[in-house]
C-alpha cells in the first residue's frame, strides 16, 4: 500500500535550536547541524541533525504566533512527528487517505526547496509528516 515511503526524520519540538545547539554541543558537532530554515506557513523554524544510517532528527522551534505547538512544549512533548519522502507523493497522499489518515494541512517548505508536504493524523502514530521528492 505504502510504496516508495523513505524514513527522513523524526520531528522533535525545541524552545530554542541556538540554546539546544548550546547545550548539546558534547553530543554533536557544529558540522552535523544543518542551516536554520524559516517555513513561514507554519511559524516555525527548523534545523536538521545528522544522525547516522541517514535518518535525521529535526528541531521545530515554534514562532511567535504558533499556540499548537507552544502548548505542546508547554506540556513536555518533545518527539512529536515521523516523517517520510515520496518520489510518489500523490499517490502516497492517497494511500494515507485511504488507510484512514486525516490529512491535516499541506504547505510547500522552504526546508526542502518549495516541495510539497503534508501532515497526517493517524490514531496510534499521532502526526505523520509526508515531503514530496524528486
Known sequence: MF???QQHHIGCLVASIEEFKVEN??????????????IE???VKV????QSGGIKI???EPG???????KMLEKGTSFYHLAYTSTAYDDAVKSFEE???RQLSEF????FKGKRCCFFYHPQLKLIELIEQD
Open 41 to 43: 506557513a507554519q511559524d
Open 58 to 60: 529535526e528541531l521545530v
Open 108 to 111: 510547500r517548505s522552504e526546508a
Open 64 to 70: 511567535s504566533n504558533n499556540r499548537s505547538l507552544t
Open 47 to 50: 534545523c536538521f541533525v545528522e
Open 25 to 38: 554541543k558534547g553530543i554533536w558537532s557544529m558540522s552535523e547541524y544543518s542551516e536554520v530554515y524559516t
Open 3 to 5: 510504496t516508495g515511503l
Open 99 to 101: 488507510a484512514n489518515c
